[in-house]
């Protein structure tokens, strides 16, 4: 079975702190996501990465960054958390190649709330 | 613009009937097609993908892909309360690594299996 874990279910943070979320999968995919998901707004995409150090940004990358330094792990880093970065947190990885074709599996998520 | 949508819900139906689930896409060029299953507060986890026309079956479950109207339907016979959920489509619209291999999530749809 695949395994995403991601390293808080709950997460409090203040404004203007720095905040890492951590993921990590064992199940040597290529391809890793970060997402978030707000009520109305659907699963969106901040960045991926389908490669160790390799990124790149999503639909809305605008506040965050990324860290992919082994294949196993992928960080999202929020520089400044704000308010407005309040919101579910989802990691996903998947495969490449003809038997994996691109499923998704996700971790349990992280919910972050900035005060 | 790639896009995939569905009815947000709620869709009500009495336990033992059939739910019927749709979403449409925007491509013509998508590749493959994957329904997955949120629980309240929890993460999302595939419950079918399919690639080719026709249905594909799985118990319960019954995934229908029409490329030609370009949408994808999901089934669930016999509804259980335990079916309640939010119910997302998700299209490949490219194949493999890279960013081909990203998925485009509906918004969803929420399911209410009243008993």
């Known amino acids: 079975d695949v395994k995403v874990t991601q390293s808080s279910r709950y997460l409090v943070k203040r404004t203007g702190e720095k905040v890492f979320l951590e993921c990590v999968q064992d199940m040597d995919h290529e391809n890793m996501f970060w997402y978030r998901q707000d009520p109305g707004l659907g699963l969106r995409l901040i960045y991926f990465s389908y490669d160790v150090k390799m990124k790149e940004k999503g639909d809305i990358p605008e506040g965050y960054s990324v860290s992919r330094e082994k294949k196993e792990r992928f960080s999202l880093i929020l520089e400044s958390a704000s308010t407005n970065q309040t919101s579910m947190y989802l990691c996903a990885s998947s495969g490449t190649g003809i038997l994996a074709k691109n499923i998704q599996y996700f971790g349990a998520g992280t919910r972050l709330s900035v005060l | 613009q790639k896009e995939v949508e569905q009815n947000s819900g709620p869709l009500s139906v009495p336990e033992g009937a059939i739910a019927s689930l749709n979403c449409t896409y925007s491509?013509?060029?998508?590749?493959?097609f994957f329904w997955y299953r949120q629980y309240s507060g929890k993460s999302p986890e595939l419950i079918m993908f399919i690639y080719s026309n026709g249905d594909k079956e799985d118990g319960r479950f019954t995934a229908q892909l029409n490329k030609a109207s370009q949408y994808v339907s999901l089934l669930i016979r016999d509804s259980q309360p335990s079916d309640s959920a939010t119910y997302l489509c998700a299209v490949n619209f490219g194949d493999y690594g890279g960013s081909q291999g990203n998925l485009i999530f509906g918004k969803g749809t929420k399911l209410s299996v009243k008993p």
């Open positions: 491509d013509r060029g998508s590749q493959s």
